[in-house]
Every structure is written in C-alpha cells, then in structure tokens.
C-alpha cells in the first residue's frame, strides 16, 4: 500500500532564515505531488504542483519554492522565511490527477 | 472558475443527532467530488468520493450523492459520535483542459463539527 510521509512534523523558525520542508511517498511510482498551505482557520491554498522529475509548476506568487529531486519526493523551500509563511503545510500525491491522498502536514511557526 | 461553497459553521450537536453539511459547486464539465475530514492537528484523510452524477459515496456511516441537477454532494450521518468531532473539506476534481495527467483540487472552506456527549 501507499504511504507518505513528512518532516519534520513541527519548526519553529526565526524571520529571515531558510527553509526545507521534505515530503517522500512509497508504494507507488511517478505519482503527481502537490504542496498546499493552510493558514489558521483558513482552507487550503495550492501551492505548487508537480507531474514528474524537475516538473514544477506554482500556483500562487510568493516567498517559496518547490523541487522533485527523485520520483517520490518532493520538497519545499525558501530562502528567507516571513512572518506571513507560519501555517500547516500538508503534502499530497495522486495518481494521474485521481483522488489525492494527504501527509500527515508540517506545522510551520515563524517568529 | 471552479468553486466550492460549503455551509457556514461551526457546527455543534449532541451525540446521537442527525448530521447536514451542505456543499454546492461551481464546475466546467464534470467533477469528481470528494469529501475529506481532519480530525485536530492532523492532516487531511479521504472520507468518500462520487465520480459521476447520481453516485452515492458512504464511509464509515457517512453517505453523500453527487446531484447534478443541483450541483450539491451534501454530507450526512444518520448519528453522531464524539469521534466525529473534525473540519470536513468538501472538494471537486477536474482534469486538465489540455488532457493532462494533473487535476486540481478545489476546496471549500472547511466546516468545523464539535459533537457533544
């Protein structure tokens, strides 16, 4: 069966410094990966999208980045954090743009 | 575009009740429609989903029918527990104009539930 982890589970980070948020899935090969963001008792955001290795594709202009170093993971960064980037980052695959299927999410606390 | 609309909530009832969360979408063509529950400080888990008109998704006591006429797929229960105490997402599934292999998921804004014993 299909698992997908994240980490860390939760940070707590200064202003202005980086980030690296990982998410890896197993069980499965070439799944679509998608990073969303949700903001305190807010729904969620898209952030990023990818099909495949090197295959990245942003929904929303800001502050971070996506990469697909290899089929299964996918991270997410930034250079130099803001406040406004606190929240609960959850990480989710699916297979050709089918039911997504979620991580267990990031609570990210920028101070 | 494509949009979900969820009941506004929270919403609070005492164990044993009967249980309404209404979604309503906006969509071009036809979509998959999903509900998804997060129980606190955890991520998102797939509840039940309908493919096409006139589906009936259930799971764990949950049931909702995808209604194209009414561009509805409400969520209900026919009795509660305190372990149903979550925010459930109402979303829609479309594939890619281009016949793409990626298919964005719209959310609703979620509805909070608070069960009562």
């Known amino acids: 069966s299909q698992t997908i982890h994240q980490w860390p589970a939760t940070l707590v980070q200064p202003v202005g410094s980086p980030l690296s948020l990982e998410c890896t899935v197993e069980g499965t090969s070439n799944p679509n990966l998608y990073w969303y963001r949700q903001a305190a008792g807010r729904g969620l955001q898209l952030l990023f999208y990818s099909v495949g290795i090197g295959q990245i594709s942003s929904e929303v202009p800001q502050n971070l980045s996506a990469s697909r170093p290899q089929d299964r993971q996918f991270i997410l960064s930034s250079k130099k954090l803001l406040l406004s980037d606190s929240g609960f980052y959850l990480c989710?695959?699916?297979?050709?743009?089918?039911?997504?299927?979620f991580g267990p999410g990031t609570r990210l606390l920028v101070l | 575009g494509d949009s979900v609309t969820q009941m506004e909530g929270p919403v609070t009832l005492s164990e044993e009740a009967f249980l309404t969360i209404n979604c309503t979408y906006t969509a071009t063509g036809y979509p998959s429609l999903f509900w998804y529950v997060q129980y606190p400080g955890e991520g998102l888990q797939l509840l039940l989903k309908?493919?096409?008109?006139?589906d009936k998704g259930s799971n764990k006591g949950f049931e909702a029918t995808y209604r194209k006429e009414t561009t509805s797929f409400h969520l209900e229960k026919g009795s509660v527990q305190v372990s149903d105490s979550a925010v459930y997402f109402c979303?829609?599934?479309?594939?890619?104009?281009?016949?793409?292999?990626?298919?964005?998921?719209?959310f609703g804004q979620g509805t909070i539930l608070t069960v009562h014993p």
């Open positions: 989710a695959w699916s297979a050709w743009g089918e039911t997504q299927y």
């Open positions: 309908a493919t096409k008109a006139d």
């Open positions: 979303a829609l599934i479309l594939a890619n104009a281009g016949g793409t292999s990626y298919g964005k998921l719209t």
